[in-house]
């Protein structure tokens, strides 16, 4: 009797925690079903107006590669549909505001094997329903290169286009 009380005595021990591992785990996975990566715009916003930026930095060309990665991080990334300011839901606008290029990789004899491009868009996204600021905010990224500097412009371009889309879509 005394055997059959000590392994009912380690049996309960052992299941109390179990159970309540198991309890926990399932509590997580149901909180853990509310999570959705559904754009977090109103339903009404279908429709986006993507402006020509402005350059506002001495790197010439700027302008017209984000405006074209935008278009293209918008198309990709989006459920909107890019259309004429005058059929718009939203307005997108801005510049870009910051180009920069530093050595990144060095050699030991200090030879710069690669470079580091760093771009900044100001931006405003105006929601044309309700007439009032959406979104508005600085978005950067940058990338690296070793020879191919225009390659690497285009990189950082389109990185900060696909952060610009996602922060508008998630209004964060």
Same mark, same amino acid.
């Given at each position: #009797?005394?055997?059959?009380? #000590?392994?009912?005595?380690?049996?309960?021990?052992?299941?109390?925690?179990?159970?309540?591992?198991? $309890?926990?785990?399932? &509590? $997580? $996975? &149901?909180?853990c079903c509310g999570y959705s990566t559904r754009s977090l715009m109103p339903e009404y #916003?279908?429709? &986006?107006? &993507?402006?020509?930026?402005e350059n506002r930095t001495l790197k010439p060309g700027l302008d017209e590669l984000a405006t074209n990665a935008i278009i293209e991080a918008f198309r990709s990334g989006s459920n909107l549909r890019i259309v004429d300011e005058s059929s718009a839901d939203l307005a $997108?606008?801005?510049?870009?505001?910051?180009?920069?290029?530093?050595?990144?990789?060095?050699?030991?004899?200090q030879t +710069?094997?690669?470079?580091?491009?760093? +771009?900044?868009?100001? #931006?405003r996204c105006i929601d044309k329903v309700r007439n009032e600021v959406?979104?508005?905010?600085?978005?950067?990224?940058?990338a690296l290169y070793d020879t191919d500097e225009d390659q690497g412009i285009r990189e950082a371009a389109k990185k900060v286009a696909e952060r610009l889309v996602t922060s508008i879509l998630t209004n964060w």
């Open positions: #009797m005394y055997r059959r009380t #000590m392994c009912s005595m380690i049996t309960s021990a052992v299941k109390r925690p179990v159970i309540s591992l198991c $309890l926990a785990i399932v &509590i $997580l $996975l &149901i909180s #916003m279908q429709k &986006i107006y &993507i402006a020509i930026l $997108l606008e801005g510049s870009v505001s910051g180009f920069s290029k530093a050595p990144h990789t060095y050699t030991s004899d +710069i094997l690669q470079y580091k491009i760093t +771009i900044k868009y100001s #931006m959406f979104w508005e905010g600085d978005v950067s990224d940058w």
